[in-house]
């Protein structure tokens, strides 16, 4: 009877060791394993063996925030498996005094990923701890060089920036930095309210100047409609006046022909081919009659010349006795 719980028992101390020499790990995650206090190798996922009571797995300090309805706390536990997947850090609001001197708050997010195991282990006591104060000490850095209308403007640049240096800061610790992001950025209340009076001002600003662009836009469109109107109506009156001027010019061309033709024909029917007594007498006649229209009396003066007149009706008799004769030839 003694021997069978003698078994027992050593049967069961067996299975305590083969347990305790089996280490499974997870897929994305792994384990540092000493041997009497000395690092010895690290466990891939899957299954593992160890020797018992010989190997141990090393127990790391690692600082977790925890978020819930916008409070923020920390949670610190003693963890012997370590997660390589990408990790994402939310760190609480900060204040933060830009190069103007304006404190603003600003509510920063880090993603980074574990690298290098060993480093992480033993490079660090406690690498999310390290991660934070390092990620707060430098953002207040950058933003101290930056003024607030910078601050506010340039959040990619302060990206960038934050995690070119957290990723050099952190490369000994074994931890890649793949992303940094800025959240909010909240000015104070009083830096807000004159900001949107400065956007409202701008914006007004900016109303008024299209109205005037659009203003001088159509006051020039009005401006060349009524030049280009002036100059067609000047080039139609100028065409108008040319066609009326060639017109009188080939009318006046007209009746010279006309009185030119007259005078041969009354020079050729003159004894002497001389016209003159003609004409003077229709002159006079012409002109006699303006008088008697203008004149309500009735009353006409003759001239001293009138027998000039006399002799220029008789020369226009015989000229049209003439005229008469040589028809009937």
């Known amino acids: 009877m003694e021997i069978i719980i003698v078994l027992a028992v050593a049967a069961f101390a067996l299975l305590i060791i083969i347990a305790s020499s089996i280490k499974i790990i997870q897929q994305g995650q792994t384990m540092i394993i000493e041997r009497l206090g000395k690092y010895k190798k690290t466990l891939k996922p899957g299954m593992n063996i160890v020797l ?41 609001r900060q204040n933060v005094i830009t190069k103007d001197n304006v404190t603003i708050e600003i509510n920063a997010m880090l993603y980074y990923q574990v690298t290098d195991v060993v480093k992480a282990t033993y490079e660090i006591q406690n690498l999310p701890d390290a991660i934070e104060k390092l990620t707060q000490t430098t953002l207040r850095n ?32 074994g931890v ?6 800025l959240q909010d950025i909240n000015p104070p ?14 914006r007004e600003k900016r109303e008024m100047m299209l109205l005037a662009e659009g203003e001088k836009n159509a006051a020039i469109t ?19 006046n040319i066609l009326q001027a060639e017109g009188e010019a ?27 007594q003609y004409l003077v007498a229709i ?16 009353v006409v003066f003759l001239p001293f010349e009138s027998s000039a007149l006399m002799g220029a009706l008789g020369g226009i008799k015989e000229l049209l006795e003439n005229v008469s004769g040589g028809t009937k030839k």
Do not use: C, H
Not at 60 to 70: D, F, Q, T
Not at 228 to 233: D, G, H, L, M, V
């Open 283 to 298: 002159k006079y006649v012409d002109a006699y009659k303006a008088i008697a229209a203008t004149n309500q009396n009735r």
């Open 250 to 276: 080939n009318a006046r061309l007209k009746l010279a022909e006309a009185e030119s033709l007259a005078l041969k024909m009354i020079a050729g029917a003159v004894p002497g081919n001389d016209p003159t």
């Open 189 to 202: 209340q009083d830096i807000k309210a004159a900001m949107e009076k400065q956007m409202r001002a701008e």
């Open 176 to 181: 890649k930095v793949n992303r940094v992001e």
């Open 52 to 92: 018992p009571l010989v190997d141990k797995a090393r127990k790391i300090s690692w600082k977790y925030v925890r978020e819930s309805r916008g409070q923020y706390w920390y949670e610190r536990k003693e963890i012997d498996v370590i997660d390589l997947r990408e990790v994402v850090m939310d760190f609480p």
């Open 142 to 173: 950058v933003i101290g060089e930056l003024e607030l209308d910078e601050t506010l403007i340039s959040r990619d640049v302060i990206n960038n920036k934050l995690r070119i240096i957290l990723d050099e800061a952190t490369d000994k610790w």
């Open 222 to 240: 009005r401006a060349q409609g009524e030049m280009e109107a002036r100059i067609k109506q000047a080039e139609g009156l100028r065409q108008s």
